[in-house]
């Protein structure tokens, strides 16, 4: 389509705010953006002359951010008002999860698990998310993965609508499905792996390929797998997958070493997670031994992999992580850990000292069964407790860093060429300059997409 000069005007914005955080240089302050359909055409001090007419959105008190990236979550548990609470044992409260998703069964599940996936979507994006991993379960339709909806009270002119899509072009959010199989019993590994499959295939089709029609990179072609555990999911299971990764250059991800009684298990059969295995598990299955080091391993195999939690991973283990960083990165959660921990105190997670070692960290929200919430700014916030640990570094963990491991060249930092899908931070207050970052973390109040800013001037 050839576009006649109003309407290239119109699909281009100018956005001036007060802080523009590329993460790749220093923050500008008094920042201008310039995006044309959901890409960056410029990004600096002085708005240049050629950019004078084009419609120009001043932002007091706001801070620019790349759009954040939500590398561990379960849609499906969106409907949770509030977590389901824990006693002291973590398989117990997984089997509280899985009594919950049996609750409704037919139809009713159906409409319910898509209604909670739609309403933990909308609430993703309207707290700053963009991408977000997806662990799904069946029942589970690719129609499921709506475009959010720009909320009633700021949805307004036709004029308003084509300037918020010069900052998003066609997508404002994007989920990658990570279909979830367990072997524990022959008959769910048959299930859940013709399942997986069947995600796979769907996911292949044009129609749900979420590429991107601005840029030449499609923003997100990976195919995903997740192996659920090790007392749900057999070494073997893990290696098929991870030689599948390889083949489809597809991405691994795992919840490996979340809990005490996970690594007990693994290393003697120990209760509770033996005696609550018992009528699930078939012989095969409960033959198989193997350690915690033999998981990591076949992790390490994957083409991209993500390790959600590793929580409990020892010194050697880390080690062998840091020497695979381009491929694999641990999916910390933070208010999770604290939902499993409230004895210990988050100021007590060594993640600063892992950062040091090499080791590679993202952010998850996990689901709302164990996080009162999605907001990835939230989790970001809960981590400014933990010692030694810079507001870059916080900050990387959502943006540059998960961009980096998976590849997207035009995400994750704000740079000219790479996607405008900001996020925006209201400020509460004037920003420190000495670690500006943490500044910014602490007076910055919520997250939000930077579209749901641009109302009529
Ligand atoms: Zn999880």
């Given at each position: 389509?050839?576009?006649?000069?109003?309407?290239?005007?119109?699909?281009?914005?100018?956005?001036?705010?007060?802080?523009?955080?590329?993460?790749?240089?220093?923050?500008?302050?008094?920042?201008?953006?310039?995006?044309?359909?959901?890409?960056?055409?410029?990004?600096?001090?002085?708005?240049?002359?050629?950019?004078?007419?084009?419609?120009?959105?001043?932002?007091?008190?706001?801070?620019?951010?790349?759009?954040?990236?939500?590398?561990?979550?379960?849609?499906?548990?969106?409907?949770?008002?509030?977590?389901?609470?824990?006693?002291?044992?973590?398989?117990?409260?997984?089997?509280?999860?899985?009594?919950?998703?049996?609750?409704?069964?037919?139809?009713?599940?159906?409409?319910?698990?898509?209604?909670?996936?739609?309403?933990?979507?909308?609430?993703?994006?309207?707290?700053?998310?963009?991408?977000?991993?997806?662990?799904?379960?069946?029942?589970?339709?690719?129609?499921?993965?709506?475009?959010?909806?720009?909320?009633?009270?700021?949805?307004?002119?036709?004029?308003?609508?084509?300037?918020?899509?010069?900052?998003?072009?066609?997508?404002?959010?994007?989920?990658?499905?990570?279909?979830?199989?367990?072997?524990?019993?022959?008959?769910?590994?048959?299930?859940?792996?013709?399942?997986?499959?069947?995600?796979?295939?769907?996911?292949?089709?044009?129609?749900?390929?979420?590429?991107?029609?601005?840029?030449?990179?499609?923003?997100?072609?990976?195919?995903?797998?997740?192996?659920?555990?090790?007392?749900?999911?057999?070494?073997?299971?893990?290696?098929?997958?991870?030689?599948?990764?390889?083949?489809?250059?597809?991405?691994?991800?795992?919840?490996?070493?979340?809990?005490?009684?996970?690594?007990?298990?693994?290393?003697?059969?120990?209760?509770?997670?033996?005696?609550?295995?018992?009528?699930?598990?078939?012989?095969?299955?409960?033959?198989?031994?193997?350690?915690?080091?033999?998981?990591?391993?076949?992790?390490?195999?994957?083409?991209?992999?993500?390790?959600?939690?590793?929580?409990?991973?020892?010194?050697?283990?880390?080690?062998?992580?840091?020497?695979?960083?381009?491929?694999?990165?641990?999916?910390?959660?933070?208010?999770?850990?604290r939902?499993?921990h409230p004895d210990r105190s988050t100021q007590n997670y060594?993640?600063?000292?892992?950062?040091?070692?090499?080791?590679?960290?993202?952010?998850?929200?996990?689901?709302?069964?164990?996080?009162?919430?999605?907001?990835?700014?939230?989790?970001?916030?809960?981590?400014?407790n933990?010692?030694?640990?810079?507001?870059?570094?916080?900050?990387?963990?959502?943006?540059?860093?998960?961009?980096?491991?998976?590849?997207?060249?035009?995400?994750?930092?704000?740079?000219?060429?790479?996607?405008?899908?900001?996020?925006?931070?209201?400020?509460?207050?004037?920003?420190?300059?000495?670690?500006?970052?943490?500044?910014?973390?602490?007076?910055?109040?919520?997250?939000?997409?930077?579209?749901?800013?641009?109302?009529?001037?």
């Amino acid at each position: 389509m050839l576009l006649t000069k109003a309407n290239k005007r119109m699909s281009t914005i100018a956005i001036h705010a007060d802080w523009i955080f590329s993460l790749t240089s220093t923050p500008i302050p008094n920042g201008w953006l310039v995006a044309h359909e959901g890409v960056i055409e410029f990004l600096g001090r002085e708005l240049p002359p050629r950019f004078q007419s084009v419609p120009i959105r001043k932002l007091p008190n706001t801070a620019l951010l790349p759009g954040l990236i939500n590398a561990h979550c379960h849609l499906e548990f969106s409907d949770m008002a509030n977590p389901i609470e824990f006693h002291g044992s973590f398989i117990a409260w997984i089997q509280s999860v899985v009594r919950h998703r049996a609750q409704a069964n037919g139809e009713e599940s159906i409409e319910r698990r898509r209604m909670a996936v739609a309403r933990g979507i909308e609430e993703s994006y309207r707290s700053g998310t963009r991408i977000l991993f997806d662990t799904i379960t069946a029942p589970w339709s690719p129609d499921w993965i709506q475009s959010p909806s720009i909320p009633q009270e700021l949805a307004s002119s036709p004029e308003v609508g084509i300037l918020r899509h010069a900052l998003t072009g066609l997508s404002r959010f994007y989920v990658v499905p990570i279909p979830e199989t367990l072997d524990i019993h022959q008959s769910r590994g048959d299930e859940t792996i013709a399942f997986a499959r069947r995600v796979h295939e769907q996911m292949g089709e044009p129609k749900n390929r979420q590429s991107s029609p601005t840029s030449s990179s499609s923003i997100m072609p990976r195919l995903a797998i997740s192996p659920h555990a090790p007392y749900t999911a057999s070494r073997n299971l893990v290696r098929n997958w991870t030689a599948w990764s390889q083949s489809n250059h597809g991405l691994v991800s795992m919840h490996l070493a979340e809990s005490r009684e996970e690594m007990e298990w693994l290393a003697e059969r120990a209760e509770p997670i033996e005696s609550a295995l018992g009528r699930f598990r078939d012989q095969a299955f409960a033959r198989q031994s193997s350690t915690m080091q033999d998981y990591v391993d076949a992790m390490l195999e994957a083409w991209l992999g993500i390790i959600a939690h590793g929580n409990y991973l020892d010194e050697s283990l880390l080690t062998n992580l840091s020497a695979h960083r381009n491929h694999v990165a641990i999916a910390h959660c933070p208010r999770t850990y604290r939902h499993f921990h409230p004895d210990r105190s988050t100021q007590n997670y060594p993640l600063a000292e892992r950062l040091r070692r090499g080791v590679r960290h993202l952010v998850g929200t996990d689901s709302r069964a164990s996080n009162p919430d999605l907001s990835v700014w939230s989790e970001m916030q809960t981590m400014l407790n933990y010692p030694g640990i810079s507001g870059e570094e916080i900050i990387a963990m959502a943006t540059r860093e998960p961009a980096d491991l998976l590849g997207l060249a035009d995400f994750g930092t704000l740079a000219v060429g790479n996607r405008s899908l900001c996020t925006a931070i209201p400020l509460s207050g004037t920003l420190e300059q000495e670690d500006i970052y943490r500044s910014l973390l602490t007076v910055g109040k919520s997250a939000v997409p930077l579209e749901s800013m641009i109302v009529e001037s």
